[in-house]
């Protein structure tokens, strides 16, 4: 029987074995569960109310991504008005102007926001819902 770890790599049924006596996780060829690596372990078994062993400033890092993606996934549905006007030089409607500025001084506010945040828990708990965006 053919097992993967982690990374995808296939792996003898003996270094399964070993794998097994060593506390690691795997899975058998075509499971969809993987072998964790010890990063990822540790977060999977974080409980949902507990804060993973991350400084602030990375935790401030990963949410001000966050938004960032959010905030882009915004502006990507108007992105095709700005390449008109590249190639055809066919104007931006003003209200597709304003809320793309809009968008941007959200995501700035959010990001400011975030960054006077103290704890990791004020992190963790930072969240924007729908109706910010707005």
Known sequence: MLYHDYENNEITEAEADKRKADGKRF????????????AEESLRDT????????SVAVAKTMKIANVKEKGYNRLFKTDWY???KLEKDIAI???IVT?????KTKMDK????????????????????SKQWE
């Open 27 to 38: 899975a058998q060829k075509g499971d969809r569960q993987k072998q964790f690596s010890p």
């Open 82 to 84: 700005y390449i008109r």
């Open 110 to 129: 959010f990001e400011s926001d975030i960054n006077k945040l103290t704890t990791k828990q004020d992190v963790w708990d930072y969240e924007i819902n």
């Open 47 to 54: 409980e949902e109310s507990e804060v993973p062993e991350i």
């Open 99 to 103: 809320s793309r500025e809009a968008i």
């Open 93 to 95: 409607p003003d209200d």
